[in-house]
């Protein structure tokens, strides 16, 4: 059974959905399940996470998902250390996406920062999944501080410009020995299916799903190319080549 | 010489002086006027979000009137991809209307009879439990100049007993020091509005005759004191018929442009600020009224220039309008909002700063917001503080 294992945990979704951007919690609700999804992110940001009423933690079934919390909006390693402490304090969370994201427009991550927060946060026992640039080195720095996963980045968050760093990602996936899942600017099924068919573990989706005209049915879609795109990864596509190659005509002699 | 390109390091002052932006400047209006059909097209061409000043130019030129549908269309859908189906909601908390300054246009002119009133931070913390009960978790305080009672203690005292039901406390009030702003932000305050008024010199010399707020390259250079100070959000505008708004949108990018770089940490938010009827003010032709058309060209240009940048709206503007606002860029809406002290409390009973023309209750833009296909977001930030 290929499974998909962070930290220990087995899933058999490879595809991770983003909770924000939707009209209504209904209708994120209805794309998580389409998605089949197991794994969902929530911005620590926008919901009262210890507050069980609370509109979007209301609509997400807590046995059916786990509950990935973001530090979305943390400037510094500081801030997003104490947001995430606060959210334990008052939940049971440890799955921890970890984003710092200083510059407010293209929430492009901090790799300073980020290594600083992670140190911290593994020692105090946070299951850490940082949202990173395509940066192999700061992959492997990562790594070695104990995160669960690294998370780069395909292009700018919600941009969806699909996978522009994509010879970064390629290293990363060679050499990392967490789950690489590419995050932020798969705008669509078919930029998910690339990154699963290069050998990422997983993906996840946000805005391309949340803000599509049927949400729900983006969802499904998003499901089939990440499967897709694993089962041909798995298959051990065919090497592509510009011409066909019929015969040897500078070494059939030696068949001769 | 009057040129739209090339960085600097320079302030924003000797930035607005060198694209002879800080006046009525003939330059502009001619380049305005001359602008064509083929440079709007040209301008809708290159990639949204981004901008450059050439490129607002066309956008806010007559020539661009056409193109409305088409820009509202692109403005919808920039600002779908980058702020998702959601609008936020925030309301005003008045403080005080006793003021130092004697702006033309404003209900609280130091000149002007009227009823005035400030709240204790017992009375402005009653008023914000109304507020907290209609589902608000991002405040906006707002007092006139106030000095001497609605002073840093009094805020710091006040964000301190709000910061229980709040999740985002911002403010808009008169011009501090850098060394008062970084004390609101320690006391927890994570934004500051403050609009330039206009960005004309010789129009901001005759609408504030006097008092502190007089001098314009002060205020000019207040931005830079709040964002230094760690402020999260900048909220800038103009109001809306003091100059020309094509002339003002294209101080207030630079202005924007500016902060962006300068103190890139900071999201930049813009507000349009229609002048409205105000106490005592009723008689004052305003001599660049903006229309519906304008404003939606305004709201359009801006966005297709600054993706990212928050678009607030306040119950200054009618419902039906409101409606459709919040459907091609609008980011943020107040709902619910009283503009004088104490008005939460008690109907009617000091002077407002301005007559707002939408009166529905939050409940009701709430399920508007819902029925435009949004959802409506209370809170969108929370500081963390402890832990």
Known sequence: MDELVIAGRSFGSRLLVGTGKFASPAVMAEALEASGAEIVTVALRRVDIDNENDDTLAAIDRDKYLLLVNTSGARDAEEAVRLARLARAATDIEWLKLEVTPDPYYLLPDPVETLKATEILVKDGFIVLPYINADPILSKRLEDAGTATVMPLASPIGSNQGIKTRSAIEIIIEQSQVPVVVDAGLGLPSHAAEAMEMGADAVLVNTAIATAAAPVAMAGAFKSAVEAGRTAYLSGPAAAGRQASASSPLTGFLRD | MISARGHNDSDIKTILAKRGLDGNSAFWTERIEQTGAGDVERALAQPAGRYNLDRLVALVSPAAEPYLEQMAQASRRLTLQRFGRTIRLYAPLYLSNICSNSCLYCGFNKNSR??????????????????????????????????????????????????????????????????????????GVDGVTLYQETYDRATYRRYHPAGPKADYDRRLATPDLFASAGMRQLGLGALLGLADWRLETLALAEHSDYLMRRYWKSQVSFSFPRLRPAHNVDGLQFEHPVGDAELVQMITALRLCFADAGLVLSTREGAELRDHLVKIGITKVSAGSKTSPGGYSHEANATEQFQIDDDRTPRQVEEMIKAAGAEPVWKDWERPTAG
């Not at chain 2, 914000?128 to 906006?140: K, N, T």
């Not at chain 2, 609605?150 to 301190?160: F, I, K, Q, R, S």
Request: aromatic share 10%.
């Open chain 2, 114 to 187: 009227s009823q005035r009133v400030r709240l204790s931070v017992e009375q402005a913390v009653a008023e914000a439990d109304i507020i907290a009960a209609d589902g608000f978790r991002d405040i906006l305080l707002v007092s006139s100049e106030d000095r001497q009672y609605v002073n840093l203690d009094y805020l710091a005292e006040l964000v301190g007993a709000l910061r229980e039901k709040f999740s985002s406390v911002s403010v808009e009030i008169y011009q501090m020091t850098q060394a008062e702003y970084a004390g609101l932000f320690a006391a």
